[in-house]
């Protein structure tokens, strides 16, 4: 009987801004599919990502940083965005940095107890502890915040402790079939995708100049035989950012679009042509609807 079990769950990867989510989702699915960077408050939407293996399929849903900012509607959107996630799920991963611990942590924290979800405790980027010793009392002041179904120090960097991590997360599912084909890796849908690989070279190039994240829109995603031809626009707030975008006689922009078009191909295995454009739209990131008809166009499936 228990060598034919087979497991079947949704997992959150829940944490504060930063502290590797979706690094630790592409390093466990052995594929980039969600978008990172040094910058906080990288992802805004829950993104799924599929793993099957020997004894099941986990089910992962990658969420926006919870953060304790409710200045922006932008802002206050990502934190719905994560709480919505958690409240389905079989499991829920707190991600936490090694060894920091601060007020936006116990947030979440709070929200994952709140949803009443069992949680598993991950301790991670490891490869950046300068003395290991520092580890053990960490890992003791966190079991003391709450019962944790137990605490498992990772690396999403160099994959360290991810196989035990894989492990314990599997022997929590509950017993079911599959959900996906086993070649399945995502729910999202191809133009989503694309909107997001844009966006991440946005974070990536842009994140400290730009007051606020710029956001993307598909306009045109056209599956030929040959190559997917896709064209995008990039909104933002002011002409003076848009004028950054675009650079010195369009330099700026045309690498931009580039690294975007490498990461297409990466991730969707054909040749992709790709137009970029830029449109400014004022005040976006405070104005509710204005946010809804935005990011609402590039939904998944
Ligand atoms: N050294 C080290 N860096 C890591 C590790 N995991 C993630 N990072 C880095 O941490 C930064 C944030 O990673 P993300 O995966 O975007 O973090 P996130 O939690 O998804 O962030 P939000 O989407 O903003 O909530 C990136 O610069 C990653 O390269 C790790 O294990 N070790
Ligand atoms: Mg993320």
Redesign the pocket.
Known sequence: MTEHTNRCGAIALV?R????????LNRLLGQKLSI???K????RDAIVGIKTRDGGQLVFV?T??IHDRSDHALNRKLNRAARAAITDVDLAVL?VEAVKFGPEDALALRALADAHAPVIAVI??I??LDHKEKLLPFLHGLAERHSFQCLVPV???TADGLDRLEQELLARLPVGDNWFPEDQLTDCSSRFLAAELIREQLVRRYGDELPYQTTVTIERFQEEPSRYRINALIWVERDSQKAILIGHRGEALKATATAARAAMQRLFDTPVHLELWIKVRKGWTRDETALRDLTSADARL
């Open positions: 944490g801004p930063n502290v590797g989510k979706s690094s630790l990172t960077s040094h906080a408050q990288t992802t990658d926006p940083g991600v991670n980027k490869d950046l690396s999403a960097r």
